[in-house]
């Protein structure tokens, strides 16, 4: 039975006070309690806290930028504020905690140097965005107040330009968007990671932006590429420029785009200096990889490394070893290291509460509407304010034709509630106007100060004119974005950071002559663990060493430069090189491959292929009989690619595969006991990696391909007879073979 509520008759929030159906216990469907509890949760982390808006800020921003405007702090005259007082202000607005605040806080300042224009003034020591151990200084050391920049974030907002909505406990009210003059949703970098979603706008250049908005409000056609040459990072770096990636980016909203570092080469002191790393990395990250090279000799080059980072700006020394090439090595750091990386661009914006994921002309086009909307309010509150002061400066004007009369009427009033119904008689005015005769100075009933008050008419009514006629044209309306955005360039462009790089092919440069050479064995066994053991090596190892119930399935002796081919039970194949794998030795049980190229659930190795041209086939047997034989060419890719998909036929489950370097002969074996000698030249060679093959051998009922060997003839044995001279062919070498004791499988 649910409790009762019962009444103590004392103090209602009484520990004896029980609410009526506590401690029942309801049934309800999980997709429900879902739809109740947790969609607006996700749709509150979505549209009030990750994504950004048009205006280019999250609420967390806004309401900081905000707060700090009502405080005073755009003004010239005013002083740097703590920042712990700051943070107190802006808990007005948002309850989380002040240390949530304040690190939102410091990402807006000049000082942390995360944003290419930052919207914070600061003083104290606020961290480094390329550093994760440079740890900004609590807010009750720290000074801030808004640049001068925020003077484009508020302008006009007491105009009506925007709407306003009260805060969490109704005590003000806080803007929804800010009427930005500029696109600065494009200009600083904003990421945020909501529910099934995220956003990561990457930032340009203010120039180029605003070149390029006010190009595609002259002309909708216009081609973004041709003003926006790219991004730009406030970490500088350079752009590996690649037109047909940008394009993308420009047109969709998704792509990526690759950042390098940009060092010098001290040759006095033979060590190489990093002095911009790429926006999404940082300093630590680059030393800590660079050293486990190192450890590992896959970096050679390189004698210390040291961060020497300091008031001057960011700087990575590399200390070489005698003889090398600075060049050379940068090219191997930039492909093994962070210090070349990529920024994945998802430029996925609120608009009118909706996310959606859009390019650049289509965020620029939405920011022209926004904005269109912001001068059409501006304009229209303005119209109404010199609607109001005209009607005004109308009735003083009646004034004038005589002043005396107005002054004894009043005086001459009994009565201070009929002055302004008397005045309103005399002069033929109504009560609005009337109340504001009443309440002139008397020191400005003069001529010439309601002759001066009388000539601000002609210009009112030029004004409204002219407001009139923007209201009414969209075209002059477009003409003010323009001229505002020139104006924002003029004030507050600067050079770009990121320097574009048009050499996009030295990225994809190999450096396989940079590995060293050298004879390895590598091994594998049954249950996929690999091993690369140098002869010397082997030969001084003791026990090998396998996990309980393996064993080695294949062994190879190779080079240390060897590309390598694993082909999974899931029709897949990895390919790596050894000099991927460090040398080892007999006694280690060496590198879990499936847990190495991250295979998927459940997937294992069926077998392991070094190559070094390309050269020969590569022969699958599955086990209805059908076998495929595939140049080992077709494995061969331009790219880096690590992963291949259909690397065979998924028709079939695959009993076996073996590498030929030249056709041979190759003898099959049946569940049924019987066996088939043919020659790999009577299949032909099929380009299709997933090709089900041919069918060799004609399997009786129930019956599956169970073995495949290549053969090789002892002296005096001819199976001539016994060949397949076509496929497919039945059994042709019945189990008691007399001969077979005298073959050998390789």
């Not at 309440?439 to 407001?467: A, G, P, V, W």
């Not at 292929?609 to 061969?636: M, Q, R």
Request: glycine share 6%; charged share 30%; with cysteine.
């Amino acid at each position: 039975m649910p409790a009762k509520r019962q009444n103590t008759g004392k103090n209602p929030s009484n520990r004896d006070t029980y609410i009526e159906g506590s401690g029942s216990v309801v049934s309800e469907k999980i997709s429900d309690t879902l739809k109740k509890n947790y969609m607006p949760y996700a749709m509150s982390v979505i549209i009030s806290r990750a994504i950004p808006e048009i205006d280019g800020f999250k609420p967390s921003h806004r309401k900081i930028l905000y707060m700090m405007y009502r405080k005073g702090l755009l003004s010239p005259e005013k002083e740097r504020s703590k920042s712990a007082n700051i943070v107190g202000e802006v808990m007005k607005l948002n309850p989380h905690g002040d240390q949530s605040i304040y690190e939102t806080m410091v990402r807006m300042t000049r000082g942390n140097e995360s944003l290419l224009h930052p919207y914070i003034d600061s003083k104290g020591n606020f961290g480094k965005q390329y550093s994760s151990k440079m740890r900004f200084a609590a807010h009750r050391y720290t000074e801030a107040k808004l640049e001068k920049i925020c003077n484009e974030l508020f302008r006009d907002i007491d105009s009506d330009t925007v709407d306003f909505v009260p805060n969490y406990d109704n005590t003000m009210t806080e803007p929804v968007l800010l009427p930005v003059t500029f696109p600065s949703v494009l200009v600083n970098s904003n990421t945020g990671i909501a529910v099934s979603m995220a956003s990561n706008v990457c930032p340009f250049n203010l120039k180029e932006v605003c070149e390029t908005a006010i190009a595609l409000i002259k002309n909708p056609k216009h081609d973004i590429f041709s003003t926006l040459k790219g991004p730009d990072f406030p970490g500088g770096g350079l752009i590996l420029q690649d037109e047909e990636e940008l394009r993308k980016i420009y047109s969709t909203g998704r792509g990526s785009v690759k950042i390098r570092s940009r060092y010098r080469y001290d040759k006095s002191s033979n060590c190489i200096e990093i002095t911009e790393i790429p926006y999404t990395t940082t300093i630590e990250a680059i030393t800590e990889k660079i050293v486990e090279l190192v450890k590992q000799g896959k970096i050679r080059e390189v004698s210390y490394i040291r961060d020497e980072t300091d008031i001057n700006g960011l700087k990575i020394t590399i200390d070489l070893k005698r003889g090398t090439d600075p060049e050379k090595l940068m090219k191997k750091l930039y492909k093994l290291t962070p210090l070349q990386d990529s920024y994945a661009c998802n430029f996925n914006i609120l608009i009118n509460g909706t996310p959606c994921v859009m390019g650049v002309g289509e965020i620029l086009s939405n920011w022209t509407a926004f904005r269109e909307e912001c001068i059409r309010r501006r304009t229209a509150y303005n119209l109404g304010k010199s609607r109001e002061k005209l009607h005004l400066l109308e009735g003083l004007s009646k004034i004038l034709l005589d002043i005396d009369r107005a002054v004894k009427i009043i005086r001459e009033t009994e009565k201070e509630a009929e002055v302004v119904p008397n005045l309103m008689d005399s002069f033929g005015i109504d009560e609005i106007q009337a109340e504001y005769v009443a309440e002139i100075k008397l020191r400005n009933i003069n001529r010439q100060y309601i002759l001066r008050k009388i000539q601000e008419t002609e210009k009112l009514r030029e004004d409204i004119s002219s407001m009139e006629e923007i209201l009414g044209s969209d075209e002059k309306i477009r003409k003010i974005i323009i001229k505002e955005l020139k104006d924002v360039i003029k004030n507050y462009s600067q050079p770009r950071k990121s320097l574009l790089c048009e050499q996009f092919e030295e990225s994809e440069e190999n450096t396989a002559d940079d590995v060293p050479d050298y004879p390895v064995n590598i091994f594998i066994s049954a249950s996929g663990y690999f091993k690369k053991i140098t002869p010397q090596s082997l030969r001084m190892s003791g026990e090998y060493k396998l996990k309980e119930g393996d064993y080695v399935s294949q062994s190879f002796e190779i080079t240390n430069r060897t590309e390598i081919i694993f082909f999974s039970d899931k029709f897949q194949a990895y390919k790596t090189r050894a000099s991927a794998f460090d040398d080892t030795k007999a006694s280690v049980i060496g590198d879990y491959i499936p847990a190495k190229f991250s295979f998927d659930e459940g997937e294992s190795v069926r077998a392991m292929l070094p190559t070094e041209d390309y050269s020969g086939y590569v022969i699958f047997f599955f086990e209805n009989g059908k076998v495929a034989k595939i140049p080992l060419k077709s494995y061969e890719t331009k790219t880096n690619r690590r992963k291949l998909t259909k690397a065979y036929s998924d028709k079939s489950p695959l009993m076996k595969i073996i590498f030929i370097r030249e056709d041979c002969d190759i003898l099959l074996k049946t569940s049924g006991g019987h066996a088939v000698l043919f020659n790999t030249a009577l299949i032909a060679p099929k380009s299709t990696r997933d090709s089900q093959g041919v069918q060799v051998v004609t399997l009786r009922k129930n019956a599956v391909l169970s073995g495949a060997e290549t053969v090789t003839y002892g002296e005096n044995v001819s199976l001539e007879k016994y060949r397949a001279k076509s496929i497919p062919s039945a059994g042709r070498i019945a189990k008691e073979l007399g001969d077979a004791n005298q073959l050998s499988f390789d």
